[in-house]
């Protein structure tokens, strides 16, 4: 994997807080891939562990059901990195 798409050792900045609003709303990884699905974006709950240790990118699309499955807006899941950025 080419390190410069990485940050910190990651390939995506969101997920912690991924892990984050999926605790604190009590979803297991299947629970989390099921809503998902029904907004028709399909992601395996393996995936979704990937994705929350950053060993998996995430595009928009996905960016954007994950925020609406918690009921949150994205920002809330892009806020801290973007703080870093100023």
Do not use: P
């Not at 997920?15 to 984050?20: F, L, P, Q």
Request: aromatic share 10%; net charge positive.
């Amino acid at each position: 994997m080419n390190n410069s798409r990485k940050i910190n050792g990651n390939l995506n900045v969101v997920g912690n807080k991924i892990r984050y609003y999926r605790e604190k709303n009590s979803m297991s990884y299947q629970k989390l891939s099921d809503q998902l699905m029904l907004l028709g974006v399909d992601i395996h709950k393996q995936a979704i562990y990937n994705i929350e240790v950053g060993k998996r990118t995430i595009v928009d699309f996905e960016l954007c059901a994950f925020a609406k499955c918690f009921g949150i807006s994205v920002n809330d899941l892009t806020d801290e990195y973007f703080e870093k950025l100023k």
